[in-house]
């Protein structure tokens, strides 16, 4: 699942689902399973529920944390919480009352900002008219190559105030991508034990065709054995992040806790060559 490169201050992860399973290349060697199953031989309480052999692993059976489904509302300040570490919110087992009950919650706590990314955009937008889409929640498609991005027409048919891509793992180029309606997109090559390598013009691409667009492009780092979040494209950090359509004047809060997105002009095509 997509997986924040450090988690800052004001970065909480919420997770009141944990677990999942395989559903296409970029889940080949999730990060969150590797996890899971370590965490479940140090005995962790929250993973001692094996997922299926082929398509899970040992700690990363999905499970519901009914304990945790509250736990933004005990957060007075305001509080970034992203739903997507160790888990993919639109999992076809998480039963429709518990998930409508997560957006209940994300929409009693308009003081926080909510993340998520599914590759289960399918049921996502089948479910889409029976949610509530506060705008406080950021709602993302996980995208590994150009074969998926049908799920970004999926997330087009979901009411969201903000459509985030997340081009994680970056596994190929996405040739044919259409950033209609969508907000702000993030890259991240592959990282961990076995990764595949990024190419630079798969990303310079994608970069391209968001100034092209005018939608804010975040590049997380290049993956490798270790990533490294400080990863520079043509010479310079890419770090945009959307204003909130639905809230004029306010800035969100980088998920990271470090940039905003100013608003300063993209850099044309020409600029960034030289
Ligand atoms: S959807 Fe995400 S959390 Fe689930 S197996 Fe794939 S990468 Fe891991």
Redesign the pocket.
């Known amino acids: 699942?997509?997986t924040y490169v450090t988690t800052g201050p004001t970065c909480y992860d919420w997770q009141p689902v944990l677990g999942?399973?395989?559903?296409?290349p970029?889940?080949d060697h999730?990060v969150?399973?590797a996890d899971a199953a370590n965490l479940k031989a140090a005995g962790h309480e929250l993973f001692q529920h094996d997922g299926h052999p082929v398509t899970?692993g040992p700690g990363f059976g999905m499970t519901l944390h009914t304990h945790l489904l509250t736990l933004p509302l005990t957060y007075e300040e305001p509080t970034n919480f992203f739903l997507g570490v160790?888990?993919?919110l639109f999992h076809a087992r998480i039963p429709f009352p518990y998930l409508k009950g997560i957006f209940e919650v994300i929409a009693a706590c308009p003081r926080h900002t909510f993340h998520f990314c599914t590759?289960r955009s399918l049921r996502m937008a089948r479910l889409a008219p029976k949610l509530p889409w506060p705008d406080n929640l950021w709602t993302g498609v996980?995208v590994e190559n150009a074969d998926y991005l049908n799920r970004l027409d999926h997330l087009r048919q979901v009411p969201a105030a903000i459509r985030w891509l997340a081009a994680e793992p970056l596994i190929g180029p996405l040739d044919g991508l259409n950033l209609d309606g969508i907000d702000t997109v993030s890259v991240l090559g592959e990282f961990g034990e076995g990764h595949r390598p990024i190419e630079q013009a798969w990303v310079r691409d994608i970069r391209d065709a968001c100034i092209a667009r005018r939608v804010p492009f975040y590049l997380k780092g290049w993956g490798g054995p270790v990533n490294n979040p400080i990863a520079l494209l043509d010479g310079r950090l890419w770090r945009q992040l959307p204003r909130h359509p639905a809230r004029p004047g306010r800035l969100l809060p980088d998920t990271l806790g470090r940039e905003l997105w100013t608003g300063e002009p993209a850099p044309t095509a020409t600029q960034k060559a030289g």
């Open positions: 699942m997509i999942c399973d395989r559903i296409s970029g889940c999730c969150d399973m899970s160790g888990m993919d590759r996980s």
